[in-house]
């Protein structure tokens, strides 16, 4: 789209300089074609993938092709991970999912000290209401996208009470840069729990 496209890129510049871990999700994983493109070339980068059902085989496969290291997080008993024998792919199998705990295991079992999350609404807001994210590193993009149904970088269950305000992290902005083409990139350090809300 004219007006947002010619600052795409930088987008994708700053997203090279993440960390070495990277956390996603299956079911972006396959929104991006793991599941049906060819083998790519590896990047220097482990990923965490949280997925039940949306990995076939071949995604898995694209994975393990992909990146350095690959763990499956997933509660799934018949993960489609389980029939691959890459030698860079872990299944870690959580009977109910717990993300605190897959974190501690990400550090402990795999040398993962920090990561990057690149995913959607739904597990970035599950992450922040537990207390697990640090830091948000928000790159806007010059266009108002609206609607009731629109992904936003927070979604998940809506709070339904003023005793889940405890949920809510509040921010301390680290930087505001504007780059080109009108995007403006925002650095903040998330609170952690440490008050009653209620």
């Not at 396959?30 to 085989?57: Q, Y």
């Not at 830091?135 to 339904?160: E, K, N, Y």
């Not at 080109?180 to 952690?192: E, F, G, M, P, T």
Request: glycine letters at 8%; proline letters at 5%.
């Amino acid at each position: 789209m004219p007006g947002v496209a010619e600052g795409l890129r930088q987008y994708y510049e700053l997203e090279q300089e993440t960390d070495l871990w990277s956390l996603n999700t299956g079911k972006v994983m396959a929104k991006v074609g793991a599941n049906e493109l060819p083998l790519p070339e590896r990047l220097p980068v482990s990923f965490a993938i949280l997925d039940n059902a949306h990995l076939t085989e071949a995604g898995v496969r694209w994975l393990c092709a992909r990146c350095r290291q690959l763990v499956v997080i997933t509660s799934n008993a018949s993960h489609p991970a389980l029939a691959v024998g890459e030698g860079n792919l872990s299944v870690m199998y959580q009977e109910r999912q717990d993300l605190s705990e897959a974190l501690c295991r990400l550090k402990v079992e795999h040398g993962c000290d920090r990561l990057t999350i690149q995913s959607g609404g739904t597990l970035n807001a599950a992450l922040v209401r537990e207390g697990l994210v640090d830091f948000v590193d928000v790159v806007v993009a010059p266009l108002l996208v609206g609607g009731r149904d629109t992904p936003t970088l927070v979604d998940g269950p809506s709070l339904a009470s003023v005793g889940e305000l405890s949920k809510l992290r509040p921010l301390e902005l680290l930087g505001c840069e504007a780059l080109r083409d009108s995007y403006v990139r925002l650095r903040y350090r998330v609170a952690q729990p440490s008050q009653d809300y209620a």
